[in-house]
Each structure stands twice: as structure tokens, then as C-alpha cells.
């Protein structure tokens, strides 16, 4: 017979795959989260309704784009913030003349 303890799991030490799968599901939360925000702004606040489904399939489909890497996030980025104002990173709304 083992006179091995019975680890608890609470209290097992995080292995690298637990780190990894803790990534994803962030990631994906978080992805659905700033989608949800998003289609429910386009919705509720500028009447949307009707190009709802239009602008989610576009959303998929740049999302694609950026997968494949044809489209550069940090080119996005930067297209936002000088063209619009619009710092995503920093969460900054400029001035745009």
C-alpha cells in the first residue's frame, strides 16, 4: 500500500496546457464580449436592424482576412486612430478635423 497524499485539486499546481486552455477561453470571452457590445450599439443606437446581418458577415469575413494575413491589425489600427480619431489601444476618442 501508497502512503502517497491525495493531491486536492484546488491545489494542484497550473500545468502549461492549463495555462493555455485559461488563454483561449479568455480570449474568446472577450472577443464575444466586444462583439456582443458592438452589434447591440449598431442595433439600439443607430438603428441598424436592417444591416445587422450584412455588417456580421463582414465582420467574419475581415476577421478571415486577418487570419489568412492579408489584412494587418496594426495597419487597422493606425487607419482608425489618423483617419478617425479612434485609439483602440489606448481607448482614446480625438478630435478628427
Do not use: C, H
Not at 477561453?25 to 452589434?39: C, D, H, P, S, Y
Not at 478571415?64 to 495597419?75: L, M, N, Q
Amino acid at each position: 500500500m501508497s502512503n502517497k497524499k491525495k493531491v486536492n485539486p484546488r491545489k494542484r499546481p497550473a500545468t502549461m496546457a492549463d495555462i493555455k486552455r485559461a488563454k483561449e477561453v479568455a480570449t474568446v470571452n472577450a472577443l464575444a464580449t466586444a462583439e456582443t457590445i458592438f452589434l447591440t450599439v449598431m442595433l439600439d443606437k443607430y438603428d441598424q436592424a436592417e444591416n445587422i446581418r450584412s455588417i456580421w458577415a463582414d465582420i467574419i469575413k475581415l476577421s478571415e482576412e486577418v487570419k489568412e494575413k492579408r489584412v494587418s491589425i496594426v495597419d487597422m489600427l493606425n487607419v482608425l486612430e489618423t483617419e478617425y480619431g479612434i485609439d483602440i489601444v489606448g481607448r482614446k476618442l480625438k478630435q478628427v478635423s
